[in-house]
């Protein structure tokens, strides 16, 4: 008789949770794709070769959501379509620095301000592409939400950023249909003497 019971008891919370499960809905989320800020980090690569330069890298998680899904773009994708990928859609994911003023205390960007090294920075020139996050994003329409991880290229001396400045970045990104999300401004890292 108490294991008539306890199949029974384990029968029915079986059932009921079957039942909740089946009453969850998809979220309901935009179809133009929506960012926030997650994290922002620096690391600091040093070679064992003591003629090589030392480099970094910045790396920025961001969270994202988006109602069918069509995120990410592989390289074949851009040149299957040529038409629909070029100018800045050629790139999926743009970001662009900015540099602590340390007169003002105001972030300014940095095409704006100028860089004292022989090397130039463009407007875009960070902006890259981002695949596909999970199979199901280039198989059926459906929402999704996630991180993701970008990292710009590594940097030494005399490269983009000078040590001791202030930097964050703004971010968006576009999906498949080239809807562009929000505009997110990351969290401020130093960049650290040589």
């Given at each position: 008789m108490k294991f008539y019971r306890l199949a029974s008891a384990i029968g029915g919370m079986g059932l009921l949770a079957g039942g909740l499960?089946?009453?969850?809905?998809?979220?309901?989320?935009?179809?133009?794709?929506?960012?926030s800020f997650n994290q922002i980090q620096r690391r600091r690569y040093t070679p064992t070769n003591v003629k090589e330069q030392v480099l970094d890298t910045i790396s920025i998680k961001i969270n994202y959501q988006d109602g069918d899904g069509d995120l990410g773009l592989t390289a074949d994708e851009v040149a299957a379509q040529p038409t629909k990928y070029s100018g800045r859609f050629a790139k999926n994911y743009f970001i662009e620095p900015f540099v602590k003023n340390k007169a003002t205390g105001k972030y300014e960007a940095l095409t704006t301000v100028g860089v004292p090294f022989p090397n130039v920075y463009n407007a875009g020139q960070y902006n890259g592409l981002y695949l596909h996050p999970t199979a199901s994003t280039d198989t059926k329409a459906a929402p999704i939400k996630g991180t993701l991880t970008y990292t710009l290229i590594p940097f030494g001396l005399g490269d983009i950023f000078v040590p001791g400045q202030t930097v964050?970045?703004?971010?968006?990104?576009?999906?498949?249909?080239?809807?562009?999300s929000n505009t997110i401004m990351t969290d401020s890292v130093v960049i650290p003497p040589r």
């Open positions: 499960s089946s009453c969850l809905k998809a979220p309901e989320y935009s179809t133009t794709p929506s960012i964050r970045f703004q971010v968006s990104i576009a999906d498949r249909a080239l809807n562009v």
